[in-house]
Each structure stands twice: as structure tokens, then as C-alpha cells.
């Protein structure tokens, strides 16, 4: 299994700025995931993120709005840029167990975008 | 667009009862897996089917997959308040690729 730590937990931001999010892993692992979830809605994958190559967006989704970073086996990091009320979401990093295609899920991060 | 489709969207019942919960699927699946969210938490894994596997049991948690109907349910017996939250299927069509979520069925369990 893999323990995974977001933050922040939420937060409330203007519209037109930028807010970057955590996740940190407490193994190493090869694939991470970051999703949305807006509000009621079911999950949306937004892309996939390979330590030391770029990553992999879903249809719907551009780097230059979801920058996402992964620096090394165990972080990685998502940025929602230009903010407008329809980036209000919950942003969820996860992880798989390679084995089985099971995915573990940080806590999410509670966007509201005023 | 989302490759599970879940029914009912909402679901309440009295303690104890048995709750089902249907996922229909469009394309060829390795596995199906069904998580449970909390109040708009993160996901737990509840349970996961390989499409050669029709059943499968862990606790009180009853998992179907009939692959020719392309669909699964989740029973779970007895419930109790605790399982109060939104439960989810989600499919993968291999490898470690991010799983496709349904759009879930909330869960009200009335004590």
C-alpha cells in the first residue's frame, strides 16, 4: 500500500491567480495520477505524471493550465493556473499498486475559486 | 466521457438492510474495482474483480461482474451507518493506466 499526503487540504482563492498543489508519496513509485472531482461529480483524470518525463494529459486538459511537476519517485506536483469559479474542484493525487492496478488517493484538495 | 455509469445516483435505506449498487461499462475491461468516498474525501479501495471472475466476496462487500452484459454490482449486507458515502466503480483496461471512474451512487444509511 502507499500513503499518500496533499496539501493543502483546501483552500480559497481569487479568480486569475495561480495555486499549486502537493502530493507526496511515502514509497517511491513510478506512475502517479492527478484527477478532479467538481462538485457532485464523479472523478476526471487529468493526467499522468512519469518521474523524469513530462506528463500525460487527458482530452480536455493542457499543461499550460495544469502544469504538473515530478521531480523525483515520490513527489509531485499540480498547478491550476488563471483561476476562474469553474476550476472549483477537489484535485486528487493518487498512486497505483503495480501489481494490481489498485489506485490509493491522498485526502484531495478543496479548491473554491471566488 | 465516463465509462461507468452507476444506479441508483442515490440510494437510502434503514440500517441493516442490504444495499445494491449496478455499474454498467462500455468497452473490454481487465478489471473492475469499485472505492467508497467519504464526504468528498479521497477514495478507498474497496474491492477488485478480474474480468475472468464472476464473484467475489470480502466481508460483508458482494462484487458481480457479468462481462457479456458489460456490468457489475456491489451488495453490501447489513449495513450500518459508517457506510454512509458515495461508492464508485471504475475500470481499466490494463497496466498501471489511470482507472476511468462512473459518476457513483450515494449511500444513505438511516439508523
Known amino acids: 500500500s502507499a500513503v499518500i499526503s496533499q496539501k493543502p487540504s483546501r483552500d480559497i482563492c481569487q479568480r486569475g491567480t495561480s495555486l499549486t498543489i502537493q502530493c507526496q508519496v511515502d514509497?517511491?513509485?513510478?506512475?502517479m495520477f492527478w484527477y478532479r472531482q467538481q462538485p457532485g461529480q464523479s472523478l476526471t483524470l487529468i493526467a499522468t505524471a512519469n518521474q523524469g518525463s513530462e506528463a500525460t494529459y487527458e482530452s480536455g486538459f493542457v499543461i499550460d493550465k495544469f502544469p504538473i511537476s515530478r521531480p523525483n519517485l515520490t513527489f509531485s506536483t499540480l498547478t491550476v493556473s488563471n483561476m476562474s469559479p469553474e476550476d472549483s474542484s477537489i484535485y486528487l493525487c493518487?498512486?497505483?499498486?503495480?501489481?494490481?492496478?489498485?489506485?490509493?488517493f491522498g485526502e484531495g484538495s478543496r479548491l473554491t475559486v471566488l | 466521457s465516463q465509462q461507468g455509469e452507476e444506479d441508483p445516483q442515490a440510494l437510502s435505506i434503514q440500517e441493516g438492510e442490504n444495499a445494491t449498487m449496478n455499474c454498467s461499462y462500455k468497452?473490454?475491461?481487465?478489471?473492475l474495482q469499485w472505492y467508497r468516498q467519504n464526504s468528498g474525501r479521497g477514495l478507498v479501495h474497496l474491492i477488485l474483480i478480474r474480468s475472468n471472475e464472476r464473484e467475489k466476496h470480502s466481508g460483508r462487500l458482494r462484487v458481480t461482474l457479468d462481462t457479456s452484459k458489460k456490468s457489475s454490482s456491489l451488495l453490501i449486507t447489513a449495513s450500518r451507518a459508517a457506510d454512509t458515502a458515495s461508492y464508485f466503480c471504475a475500470t481499466t483496461g490494463g497496466g498501471a493506466d489511470g482507472l476511468t471512474f462512473g459518476k457513483g451512487t450515494h449511500l444513505i444509511i438511516q439508523p
Open positions: 514509497s517511491q513509485v513510478t506512475m
Open positions: 468497452t473490454s475491461i481487465n478489471n
Open positions: 493518487s498512486t497505483s499498486a503495480t501489481n494490481t492496478g489498485e489506485l490509493f
